[in-house]
């Protein structure tokens, strides 16, 4: 009886809160979508007929959006072990593992935007800014990940280590990395394809790569152009999945 309730009052709580937002979130003109639909007619005309004209260019940008996601992920891995490390409570004391945990939150919990105009500010316009700005969210991601990861390790590696007098760093060396660098590295490839993605958004405010030119072409109402942005997008984000698929099934 006791679950019963419980359950109906989360379920219930998440109704109310559904139905008191209905308006805050403007799903009352949700009908604008039938009514305005002459804009949209337009809009789909251009949309469904992308200019193949200048591809090229556009593949070159969609090729250094990539390079900036694989850049920002590099980084962020890079930062995120010995944060991971330092944030696993089976390695690591309390009173390290605190102050590690919040400053993970704040890397996370900063948009990759604000981030990115920050370093814009920095560094200037540009891939860096981008770079930058992925490698620092993303940091913060994975090494919540990566120290999940190292808290669910089987301890008797460690002790086996421990036991031939190894030090900490060999102890971490022969006994946590082997059984957590194949999660690691599946993590790290789920998040590189996420940051292709999101390096597309950071280009909207300048930080290069094919989100620039999306921008450009939205400004300037040239849906053939953003139609064919939009299909380049996609095909590289697919090879993308593709790849890190088929890598994470030989890890795993």
Do not use: C
Not at 49 to 76: C, S, Y
Not at 111 to 129: K, Q, R
Not at 215 to 236: K, N, P
Request: aromatic share 10%; hydrophobic share 55%.
């Amino acid at each position: 009886m006791a679950a019963w309730s419980l359950d109906a009052l989360l379920w219930g709580g998440f109704a109310i809160i559904l139905l008191a937002a209905f308006n805050k979130v403007d799903l009352p003109n949700i009908v604008n979508i039938f009514s305005n639909s002459e804009n949209m007619r337009n809009y789909g005309r251009d949309f469904l007929n992308p200019d193949f004209t200048n591809w090229k260019p556009l593949v070159g940008q969609m090729w250094l959006t990539v390079q900036i996601a694989l850049w920002g992920t590099f980084l962020a891995v890079f930062l995120a072990v010995p944060l991971s490390l330092m944030a696993s409570r089976n390695l690591s004391p309390s009173w390290l593992v605190w102050p590690v945990r919040r400053f993970m939150d704040l890397l996370r919990s900063i948009p990759d935007l604000v981030i990115g105009t920050l370093f814009i500010v920095a560094v200037g316009l540009g891939p860096l800014a981008g770079v930058l700005a992925i490698g620092l969210n993303t940091a913060g991601v994975l090494a919540k990940l990566f120290s999940e990861a190292v808290e669910s390790i089987d301890k008797g590696p460690i002790e086996g280590v421990k036991a031939t007098g190894a030090g900490r760093l060999h102890e971490i060396a022969w006994g946590v990395i082997p059984q957590v660098a194949p999660l690691w590295t599946s993590f790290a490839l789920y998040r590189f394809e996420s940051n292709s993605r999101a390096a597309t958004i950071l280009g909207l405010i300048g930080a290069g790569g094919i989100g620039q030119v999306l921008f450009e072409s939205l400004q300037a109402f040239e849906y053939r152009t953003v139609s064919m942005i939009a299909i380049i997008i996609v095909v590289a984000v697919t090879l993308i999945d593709m790849l890190s698929q088929a890598m994470r099934k030989r890890l795993l």
